[in-house]
């Protein structure tokens, strides 16, 4: 599933190849933006989550951006088409859902940390950090 979805298109036709529980996110995205879900398999139970969340409080939400940054999820959302409304339920949702993303593997969703790996940070479990270490020399604890 890791690459179902890891910075590629997921409008029209591409939507068709994401799991199921994540086409809903996928129809989201603001017409004048690229509709790209840029996150690893791990993080995707914390989207459906938050999509679930951000529905109840704005069924017409707009997404602008769904990536990593730094070893967080990044999510640019607004709830609606008028950028004037301010929503703070609909903020702390957001915030709330980057905060856990720093603690959960972008891998495969375990509890993990952060590491500097080939000049990026990455959240990842101790496995996956080994592996992306192995792939990259130089990678050291984010901090360290």
């Not at 704005?58 to 008028?82: N, R, T, V, W």
């Not at 903020?91 to 720093?102: D, H, K, P, Q």
Request: with cysteine.
């Amino acid at each position: 599933m890791d690459d179902l979805v890891m910075g590629r298109n997921v409008r029209g036709d591409e939507a068709d190849d994401l799991p199921a529980n994540l086409r809903r996110l996928a129809s989201r995205f603001a017409v004048d933006w690229p509709a790209v879900i840029d996150v690893g398999a791990g993080w995707f139970p914390l989207l459906i989550r938050l999509d679930g969340q951000l529905a109840e409080i704005a069924p017409d939400y707009e997404l602008h951006q769904c990536k990593s940054k730094f070893g967080a999820l990044s999510f640019y959302a607004q709830p609606s088409d008028d950028p004037s409304i301010y929503n703070e339920e609909f903020v702390e949702a957001i915030r709330a859902a980057e905060w856990e993303s720093t603690r959960t593997c972008e891998e495969c969703g375990e509890p993990a940390g952060q590491y500097v790996i080939g000049l990026w940070v990455w959240t990842l479990c101790a496995k996956h950090a080994a592996e992306k270490n192995a792939q990259s020399e130089g990678g050291h604890p984010a901090g360290r």
